[in-house]
């Protein structure tokens, strides 16, 4: 049976390397609901807890393998998981960075996380350590790491996983957007105080609770009154406040309207406009290199988010 997942990822075209991970790791041990072994190896999302409180799910085989591919995942290397679950994908990815390599999986639910750890003991797999907790905080004390490998939906990348990851190390992630409410996966490289990254495809993740899924409600604390400036017409506003919540992590929304919350200003986006309130210089030069990419959406546009530093926009070509 598990040939035929392999088989199936091979079709993809998905490296032979990351292909035979999946022939080596039975996932019907880490499924704590009972499939028909064919169904198992099928390239399917399957829940894999659920007890009327928590559940949690395998992420689709292909999908994961594209990410691995993605991050460029290979042997020797140090991953850090976030939404472990109940350890496969671990247990996967421990198989291709080898004896040399490790993999760190942060599991929110206390319960879910025993299960993790219960699996890769039992199974001896000895180079995966699984974390209770907010995978919001990384993990410092494994730091720092090649890759940062998240499957479960975030509203940002949090300044902790930015710090914990090495130079020219590699995020795949998908991000909660919380105007449109879609979820895109972006692959990031960490460059200098910059991650930067493009768009790669609309997934559909469990949505992270903890602080990894309240950013609205965290920057409301942010929001502090200035006097009014200005008011700017920007064209597709909505394309905008996606850039802006992508950009700077500082979107918040009161009463159904978003607003930036910067340290110095505030903007209110609404009716197709920017109510600029305080000094916004983050936002307006974000909209000067926007409309030199013919405002763009962020498909078609290289992201640089900044840590301690100004995120800015370019035009892919
Ligand atoms: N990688 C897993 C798939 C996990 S599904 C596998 O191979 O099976 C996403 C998981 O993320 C869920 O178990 C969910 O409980 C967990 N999660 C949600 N919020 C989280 C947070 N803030 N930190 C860490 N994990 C979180």
């Known amino acids: 049976m598990r040939e035929r997942l392999f088989w199936i990822l091979k079709d993809y075209g998905i490296d032979e390397r990351i292909a035979k991970a999946f022939l080596e790791v039975p996932r019907e041990e880490f499924l704590m609901k009972h499939y028909s072994l064919s169904h198992v190896y099928e390239?399917?999302?399957?829940?894999?807890?659920?007890?009327?409180?928590?559940?949690?799910?395998?992420?689709?085989?292909?999908?994961?393998?594209?990410?691995?591919?993605?991050?460029?995942?290979?042997?020797?290397?140090?991953?850090?998981?976030?939404?472990g679950g109940t350890g496969y994908n671990?247990?996967?990815?421990?198989?291709?960075?080898?004896?040399?390599?490790?993999?760190?999986t942060v599991e929110y639910f206390e319960?879910?996380?025993?299960?993790?750890?219960?699996?890769?003991?039992?199974?001896?797999?000895?180079?995966v350590a699984v974390v209770c907790g907010d995978g919001y905080y990384g993990v410092p004390d494994f730091a720092p790491y090649d890759v940062i490998f998240v499957t479960v939906g975030v509203d940002e990348i949090p300044e902790h996983w930015f710090r914990q990851l090495k130079d020219e190390g590699r995020v795949i992630v998908p991000i909660n957007m919380k105007f449109s409410g879609r979820q895109p996966a972006f692959l990031f490289v960490k460059k200098g105080n910059h991650l930067e990254g493009n768009y790669k495809l609309e997934t559909r993740f469990i949505e992270a609770g903890g602080n990894l899924g309240n950013l609205l409600e965290r920057n409301k604390k942010l929001l502090k009154e200035f006097p009014f400036r200005k008011t700017i017409r920007?064209?597709?506003?909505?394309?905008?406040?996606?850039?802006?919540?992508?950009?700077?992590?500082?979107?918040?929304?009161?009463?159904?309207?978003?607003?930036?919350?910067?340290?110095?200003?505030?903007?209110?986006?609404?009716?197709?406009?920017?109510?600029?309130?305080?000094d916004t210089p983050e936002i307006e030069s974000l909209l000067s290199q926007w409309k030199s990419c013919d405002y763009r959406?962020?498909?078609h546009l290289t992201l640089h988010v900044g840590y301690n530093a100004l995120s800015r926009i370019s035009c892919t070509i």
């Open 234 to 278: 920007v064209p597709r506003l909505q394309m905008f406040v996606e850039l802006v919540d992508l950009l700077t992590r500082r979107l918040t929304r009161m009463n159904g309207t978003f607003y930036y919350a910067g340290p110095e200003g505030t903007v209110e986006f609404s009716g197709g406009e920017m109510r600029i309130y305080g």
């Open 111 to 127: 319960k879910v996380c025993k299960i993790a750890r219960e699996n890769v003991r039992r199974l001896g797999i000895d180079s």
């Open 43 to 83: 390239d399917v999302v399957l829940v894999s807890y659920e007890d009327g409180e928590v559940f949690s799910t395998s992420s689709q085989p292909s999908l994961m393998a594209m990410f691995m591919e993605w991050v460029e995942l290979g042997e020797g290397m140090k991953v850090l998981e976030i939404g």
């Open 90 to 104: 671990a247990a996967v990815m421990s198989r291709i960075v080898g004896e040399n390599g490790f993999v760190v």
């Open 297 to 299: 959406s962020f498909e």
